[in-house]
């Protein structure tokens, strides 16, 4: 009987099938039926259930050929044992000729097909190994359709935290906002944002970043956001609520690594006076009629570090009929095409923006993302981004 891969297939491509019998004269008569079904295969023998755990933790056969009764084994403890190491394998079980029911029985347990000994013939033999291989695949498949459906079902649970409808009642503010996940990955990161009008007619926002990617970090922006959205409408702002913010993170993060940076902002009912905190969060631009401008604000430490400080208000005038967009660093940490490498930066992202200022919220940020996009070399790594757009209206 020849060696196998560890891939499953040996050096011609041919499919390892491990037979787990420990009477070399039933051994032989499967090798002889094998040969004689027309499946190519190559075989590797294992004569115990202990021999049969070491050739799995080297080989990846497709399909292991099991006898029942091994005699290192009790009623099914040789199926759970094989069915736990064979991974991506199927299972076939031998049974006697007065263990049919065991067979049936080894089904229910998680094995693919069953044969009963005296009464395997070639043709039969290579038909049953070929479909309990591809019914593996397909159980594998289903398997994974499924995990990906679950995924997907948690991703629009998360979009919808991270993202939410803003929370406006009469202010005449236009909020256009825009989320992307990181390339190559289906999964929402920790950027987070949300807009809300107080009882005072006081527009808040808030835009936020969690440090990592994955769903852990996408819930813990959900969680702030949430917290967020509750202590502004419950009359908390300013450093009071970025200290309480940061409690709350150190409550709910699963790592003391893990850090958030944010800006929260009022925007006041006299359309011109803007309220600015930031916590290590990047600056935002400023639009004034057909012209764009950076704004770096007073910046603060970022939420979650072993650090005493202070969050300090900043406060920004705003032009007649002006505007401002918040964004997380993913817009603007791309790597240009070219060497020695370079990054777009924040300047360079106003140099982008300035070229679309005429538009309004929607056309500015769909223009921007895309030129931005364009800008990034198409092999570098880009990190999510959410970016928002504030702007009163004429009403």
């Known amino acids: ?29 499967v090798e002889e039926l ?43 403890s040789a199926l759970s044992a094989v069915i736990e190491e064979a991974g991506d394998a199927a299972v076939v079980v031998l049974t006697g000729l007065a263990e049919e029911q065991a067979g ?28 309990a291989m591809q019914r593996k695949q397909s159980e594998q498949a289903a398997v994974a359709l499924n995990a990906e459906r679950m995924r997907a079902k948690e991703n629009e649970r998360l979009e919808r935290g991270l993202l939410p409808t803003p929370l406006l009642q009469s202010m005449p503010i236009e909020v256009a906002s825009r989320y992307r996940p990181s390339r190559g990955s289906a999964t929402l990161g920790g950027d987070f944002y949300d807009v809300v009008e107080d009882d005072e007619k006081v527009v808040h926002a808030l835009i936020g970043d969690v440090c990592g990617h994955g769903p852990d970090e996408a819930a813990l922006g959900v969680c702030l956001r949430i917290a967020w959205r509750a ?4 009359g908390v702002t300013g450093p009071t609520l970025l200290r309480r913010l940061e409690r709350v993170l150190e409550a ?9 940076t ?7 009912h006299d359309r011109r006076t803007v309220r600015i905190w930031r916590a290590g969060h990047p600056g935002l631009l400023v639009h ?17 570090f072993p650090v005493q400080t202070d969050w300090h208000q900043d406060v ?30 924040e300047e360079g992202l106003l140099d982008l923006a300035a070229r679309h200022a005429h538009l309004d919220g929607e056309g500015f940020l769909d223009a921007l993302i895309a030129d931005v996009e364009a800008a990034t070399a198409p092999d570098a790594p880009a990190d999510d981004l959410a970016v928002v757009h504030l702007r009163w209206t004429e009403r």
Do not use: N
């Open 316 to 345: 920004l005038e705003l032009p007649e009929g002006g505007g401002l967009t918040l964004y997380t660093d993913g817009l603007f940490e791309r790597r240009l095409p070219g060497e020695p490498a370079r990054w777009l930066g």
């Open 288 to 304: 004034d009629g057909e012209t764009v401008t950076l704004a770096e604000p007073g910046r603060g430490l970022a939420l979650g």
């Open 104 to 131: 049936l029985a080894a089904l229910t347990a998680g094995a693919q097909d069953y044969l009963v000994k005296g009464r395997v013939e070639a043709e039969w033999l290579g038909r049953t190994l070929r479909y």
């Open 1 to 29: 009987m020849a060696h196998g891969s560890e891939d499953g297939c040996d050096a011609a491509g041919q499919p390892l099938v491990l037979l787990v019998e420990d009477d070399p004269q039933d051994a032989l008569i």
């Open 252 to 260: 709910e993060r699963p790592s003391s690594e893990i850090f958030v």
């Open 231 to 234: 202590l502004v409408l419950s």
């Open 262 to 268: 944010l800006s929260t902002l009022e925007l006041d």
């Open 34 to 76: 094998l040969e004689d079904s027309g499946l190519l295969v190559r075989l590797e023998w294992a004569r115990s259930v202990d021999e049969a755990r070491r050739a799995l933790a080297g080989l990846r056969p497709q399909c292991v050929l099991l006898d029942l009764g091994l005699p290192d084994a009790h009623e099914f």
